[in-house]
Every structure is written in C-alpha cells, then in structure tokens.
C-alpha cells in the first residue's frame, strides 16, 4: 500500500493556495487526486519564478502526487462529463463560492445524486448562515479580517502587516484535509455521503480567538484581550554580539537554570517578577526585556554552549538559504532532488509525517495542464470516440505528452 489513503478518489476543482494544498496533503498520504482545472489551467500555474510557462514554483511545490484533467465546465457536454467522474470518486472539492457552483449546475444535491456515497466538500471565503456569505476571499483580506495585522502592531510593529507567509490557506487547509479524512471515517462506518463546508475566515477566527480572546474569554471580563506572551515587545530572536538567537527560557526551572548560568541567582530569588509562570506573563515586557539585554552581552556561539549546558532550548535564527545546508535537513534528506519530466531538476520536500506501515512515498511529479485527461476518461469508461468528440468541441483539453 503506498500510503494510509490509498484507493480514495479526489476530485479537486479547488485554486490557488487553500484547497491546493489540502489536497497535496491527501495526495502525499496516497489518494489520487484529479485535478480538475479550466482552459490555460488555473492561476497558481502563473506564479514565477519558472523554468516554462505554467509551471510557476509554488503551483510545483503544491500539486505534486497528482493528475490533471481541463475541462470547460461551461460547456454541458463537460458538466456531464464531471458528473460521471463524480460518479467514481469519494470526494469532490471546491472553493468557488457556492453560488457559482449552482450556476454551473453542479450543487450538492446534483452531485449527491449522482454518487450518494460522495464528500462535497466546498472551501471558500465564509460561513454560508451569514451576511458575509457571498463575499469573495482571499489569505491577505482574512488575515485582515481576523486581526492578524493589528495584532503585529500590538506586538510593536511600526506597521501593521501581514505575515510573510500565506497563513489562512496554509492552516485553514489542514481544517480542510482533516475535515475530509474524517468524513471518509464517518462514511465507511455510515456508508453516506455528506455535505462538508470550511470557511476561511471562521476557521482562522477559531486560532486567533482560542489564542487572544485572553480576558474576554470570561464574563463578566477579567481583563483584556491579547495573550500578553505573544505579544510582548520582546518576545522576537535576540541580539548578540554577532548575530541573532532564538531562545525560549520557559518554566520555573529553566529561569533558575539560566540565572545560575549567568551567575546572578539572586535576580531569581529576589525580583517578584520572575517567581512563576504567571508573574512572569504579568510582566511579560520587563521579562523579555531583560533576556534581550543580557543576551546582547555574549557571542551566539558562547549562549548555544550556555544554554546546552543549562539545557535551555535555543537556536540560531537562520535564512532560507541557511535551512538548505542545515545538518539536520541533509542528513534526514527533507529537501531532495527529483528530476521533473519537463522542467528538469527541482528541489522538494519529503512528505512530513513518517509511518511504520502504509507508508506514502511521492510518486508523480506536478502535471502540465490537462496532461492526465485522456487517461482519467479512459479510466471512467468513456469511449474513444466520445473522448475525441469532447477534445474537438472544446469541452476537454490536454496538454504535454
């Protein structure tokens, strides 16, 4: 078995980052997914650096272990063509909002009649039972939304700004892919399908909120919102003589360990503001900030040996380019080099969880556009003629070999 998901059919009309990456997840863990895009493919194709046109570095990082069909889901001959891909599959997934998917005539009750056994799983913007329910959606606008942005000032940004990473589509997928394992669980021990749906912006409210309603979690409140932890002023990599480190000096024990280190236990002993865990989140700034002060005394090289000794976990803040060279990366092969058919050699990670048994390898590379269509048809038992037919109407396109 090449991996836990073996066997489960995705049908994957999803763009972009959110949906695209819940199903890489469940690609790596051995479903097949079918990709399911419009004429020229979808847009994260577009997103360079690139070697050739359409295949964009993170369209390749985020649809690898997968096959592309192109359809022109306008076009009927095509809508029923998907109906009976639907018809062999376990899970359908989308993330154009639901609306648009009734106008295409593919809702949940279309579908559910042509396989009452599938997941239609739709991915977008907003819980359907209020008034946001038909806004579009995107990672920067839901960050803004749940207050990612002010909580950046409030952490003492001179701007507020939004990660430097795709966050919401990044965690929200995980919502997604555990959302649709588990209604694969649901159905082997119910034998139906079911209607699933993940907003965006409610699943990250949930992060934020479980993390930063802090005081307001109470009522009447027992003080503000924000956990003070994450947002302390210093709660940042700290200066050293010669560079930049990451150091967490956490519980009880390692705030002794570390004033005895430094050779002045009775800051421990004495100062209030260190004596538990939560005097220390009480003065959250003037704790970071006497950890930035005194980190700033020593080379990084002599508080890494400090702090092994203390056994305080710390490390050094490294670079994109640093994570490359990392001992740890190359000896446990995470970042690997495979040879794509059409672009050559490019770098990707293993797959990030490691099993005993059923254990997922990677097995494809990230198609062309449509380079899977014929093949997927044939394997639904669409004749030849039909499948020439949809070609030359314009209903089915393929691209590469």
Avoid at 28 to 55: C, I, Q, Y
Avoid at 199 to 210: K, T
Avoid at 317 to 334: K, N, P, R, Y
Avoid at 365 to 394: C, D, S
Wanted: proline share 7%.
């Amino acid at each position: 078995m090449p991996g836990p998901l073996d066997g489960v059919r995705v049908l994957d009309l999803t763009s972009v980052v959110m949906g695209p990456y819940a199903t890489s997840v469940l690609a790596e863990l051995g479903a097949d997914v079918v990709k399911v895009e419009p004429p020229g493919g979808e847009v994260m194709r577009k997103s360079g650096p690139m070697r050739h046109d359409d295949m964009g570095h993170f369209y390749l990082a985020i649809n690898r272990n997968k096959r592309s069909v192109v359809l022109d889901l306008k076009r009927e001959a095509a809508r029923k063509l998907l109906l009976r891909m639907a018809a062999a599959s376990d899970v359908l997934v989308y993330n154009i909002r639901p609306q648009a998917m009734e106008r295409l005539g593919l809702g949940y009750e279309v579908l559910s009649e042509a396989n009452p056994r599938l997941l239609y799983v739709g991915a977008y913007g907003f819980s359907q039972k209020g008034p946001y329910a038909a806004r579009p959606a995107y990672d920067d606008l839901i960050q803004g939304m749940v207050g990612i942005p002010w909580l950046s000032q409030q952490a003492g940004a001179d701007k507020p700004r939004y990660s430097p990473v795709v966050l919401v589509d990044r965690m929200v997928g995980l919502q997604l892919a555990n959302a649709i394992t588990s209604g694969l669980y649901y159905r082997e021990r119910s034998g139906r399908g079911q209607r699933i749906d993940v907003p965006m912006f409610e699943g990250m409210l949930s992060v934020i909120l479980g993390e930063h309603l802090a005081g307001r979690a109470f009522e009447p409140p027992v003080g503000p919102t924000g956990y003070q932890r994450s947002l302390a002023k210093d709660r940042r990599p700290y200066r050293t003589k010669d560079g930049w480190l990451c150091a967490i000096v956490y519980n009880d024990k390692q705030w002794g360990a570390f004033f005895d280190a430094i050779g002045r236990p009775e800051v421990f002993a004495g100062d209030a503001c260190f004596h538990s865990q939560n005097s220390r989140l009480t003065h959250i700034d003037h704790v970071y900030g006497f950890l930035a002060d005194t980190l700033a005394t020593r080379t990084s090289d002599e508080w890494l040996h400090l702090f092994e000794q203390a056994d305080i976990p710390a490390a050094r803040m490294v670079s994109i380019e640093d994570m490359l060279i990392d001992e740890h990366v190359q000896a446990t092969g995470f970042v690997r080099e495979v040879e794509h058919p059409t672009e050559g050699t490019v770098r990707i990670t293993a797959i990030p969880t490691e099993w005993s048994e059923s254990v997922p390898r990677h097995r494809s590379h990230a198609p062309l556009p449509g380079e899977n269509t014929r093949e997927v048809l044939r394997e639904i038992g669409i004749a030849p003629e039909e499948i020439e037919t949809l070609f030359n109407t314009g209903a089915a396109h393929q691209a590469g070999p």
